[in-house]
């Protein structure tokens, strides 16, 4: 099974960099996603690790570190738009092909002036 | 390009009763994926459907069941509803070839048992 933990709550100003860190167990690793996810709405992909390193993506950028069972999501030049809850997935590889992904709780993100 | 819907956006059922929730994938997709989400929580996998077969599910009761369209469509249904049941029901779909297999979700059905 997986265990994946995230803190449950941030505060950052607008127009710092913020990271929101996420840590794992598990029996299967095929890759760690991030996804942002407002209030009453569903949640939006942000960016995929499968490797070790980190990707960018605009003012986004994910780092994983498959040996530490550890990834970190990296927001800059926060904005006000930017408050939301940051899920962090771990993907395992299904006996019958396929994949699903293991969520954890979340950070909700509260983005002041 | 449409993305993941899903119908209804809003259910309220009393205890046990029974529900029917859809989803059309997006264009191009060919698997489906049900989540729950309780408030406060990420999504749980319920189960996932490819070729019209249930891969497998997750730590939930054959109360829940579901199927898969020859379009990708899909369907979720709950029996004998429970209070506990309450919660957003998300549908993501992703595409079985593609290496990252990238699942997008749908807006979410909010169902709420009294």
């Known amino acids: 099974g997986q265990n994946i933990d995230q803190p449950t709550e941030m505060t950052a100003t607008e127009g710092a960099i913020v990271q929101i860190n996420c840590t794992y167990q598990?029996?299967?690793?095929?890759?760690l996603f991030w996804y942002q996810q407002h209030a009453g709405e569903a949640p939006t992909f942000l960016s995929y690790n499968v490797l070790d390193g980190l990707e960018e993506k605009g003012r986004f950028s994910s780092f994983l570190s498959r040996s530490k069972g550890y990834s970190y999501l990296l927001l800059k030049e926060l904005q006000m738009k930017d408050s939301a809850s940051y899920l962090c997935?771990?993907?395992?590889?299904?006996?019958?092909?396929?994949?699903?992904?293991?969520f954890g709780t979340g950070t909700q993100l509260k983005v002041e002036l | 390009d449409a993305g993941v819907t899903q119908s209804p956006t809003h259910l309220i059922k009393t205890r046990g009763q029974q529900v029917t929730l859809r989803c059309s994938p997006k264009?191009?997709?060919?698997?489906v994926s049900w989540y729950q989400q309780a408030l406060g929580q990420g999504p749980q996998f319920i189960f996932q459907?490819?070729?019209?077969?249930?891969?497998q599910r997750g730590n939930f009761p054959d109360r829940f069941s579901g199927h898969q369209f020859p379009n990708y469509s899909s369907e979720l249904n709950v029996n004998a509803l429970l209070l506990g049941d309450s919660a957003l029901y998300l549908c993501?779909?992703?595409?079985?070839?593609?290496?990252?297999?990238?699942?997008?979700f749908g807006p979410g059905t909010r169902l709420t048992v009294l």
């Open positions: 264009s191009g997709h060919d698997t």
């Open positions: 997935a771990v993907r395992d590889a299904l006996t019958g092909g396929g994949n699903k992904l293991t």
């Open positions: 598990t029996s299967g690793f095929n890759g």
């Open positions: 459907y490819y070729e019209e077969e249930e891969r």
């Open positions: 993501a779909s992703s595409f079985q070839g593609k290496s990252t297999d990238t699942q997008y």
